[in-house]
């Protein structure tokens, strides 16, 4: 039976726990979450981390001490995001590679997010790039807009392949500012990825279900979690990230698939054993 990816993105670098108290903001939040997930059916956990005061930060400490956690107690393979929040420097960006995670994301362009910019330059992102191969990890390669599958192609083409020797990109969509959580953009998006590339989906707040639906429609894999999703259903906000993985594990049964396990996702991405 195919089997299906699934991402949980647990925490996010926008809300706020007093608006969302179900929200991970400590580590051993984030670890009971990550293993209440493991059980539900994700295979990835794509991690930001937030500081005392549950703002988000890319400290090098508290990165390197969630991976660790993470690691000794999930088979989840450890994502961490290199987007941070919008405001962190290139440089600090860069640094999240020294925690040592599975994987990282690597964003391919510059986006208007919400009524701020989510700056992405190409000398950043060659340079992340280049980082990755370097230090064997297997980067996530995230499109908000069409136009950022030209820049994914241009770093292909430019430095080789990625780590691990497979092209796997999330297609994060209906940001404000990037492309529509909507069937007819997936299916343009997914037309002009590079030959033989993976890719999962995530559909921001509203257009979380829509996007799921086509993704699997369309043979895809699925990203969830409470970055991009608060509310369950009108009226309802979400009680945990699993009730959110439990829903894409059920959709995906449905429709004929199984989700995959960790260790499938590591043969799936070319992540390197631990």
């Known amino acids: 039976m195919a089997r299906t990816l699934i991402t949980i993105a647990p925490t996010g670098a926008e ?19 990550a293993k209440e997930c493991e059980g ?10 937030r500081d005392a005061e549950a ?3 890319l400290d090098p400490i508290r990165l390197r001490d969630t991976v660790t956690a993470l690691h000794e107690s999930t088979n989840l393979i450890v994502q961490l995001s290199t987007g941070g929040a919008v405001t962190d420097p290139y440089e600090h960006r860069l640094k999240v590679l020294d925690a040592a995670p599975d994987a990282c994301s690597l964003t391919c362009g ?3 997010f919400g009524t701020d910019v989510f700056m992405n330059p190409w000398p950043f992102m060659a340079e992340l790039y280049q980082l990755t191969q370097a230090m064997e990890i297997v980067p996530e390669f995230e499109l908000f807009d069409l136009g950022q599958v030209a820049s994914l192609r241009r770093l292909l083409d430019t430095y080789g392949a990625p780590y691990g020797g497979h092209v796997h990109c999330d297609l994060v969509m209906g940001v ?4 529509p959580g909507d069937a007819r953009s997936l299916v343009a998006a997914v037309d002009a990825l590079p030959e033989g590339a993976t890719w999962s989906a995530t ?7 829509p996007v799921m639906y086509a993704a699997l429609s369309a043979g895809g894999h699925l990203r969830v979690g409470m970055e991009d999703t608060l509310t369950y259903a009108k009226g309802r906000p979400v009680t ?20 995959m396990s960790p260790d499938e996702a590591r043969t799936f991405l ?3 054993r631990r």
């Open 203 to 209: 559909g921001i707040g509203r257009t979380t279900l």
């Open 15 to 33: 809300a706020e726990k007093v608006a969302a108290p179900a929200l991970p903001v400590t580590l051993e939040e984030l670890v009971h979450a």
């Open 176 to 179: 404000p500012g990037g492309m």
């Open 110 to 112: 510059t986006v208007n």
């Open 55 to 57: 703002r988000a930060t």
């Open 240 to 259: 945990a990230n699993s009730q959110l993985v439990e829903r894409a594990a059920t959709l995906v049964k449905l429709a004929q698939r199984e989700p």
């Open 40 to 49: 539900a059916g994700a295979a990835v956990i794509h991690v930001h981390i």
């Open 270 to 272: 070319g992540v390197k």
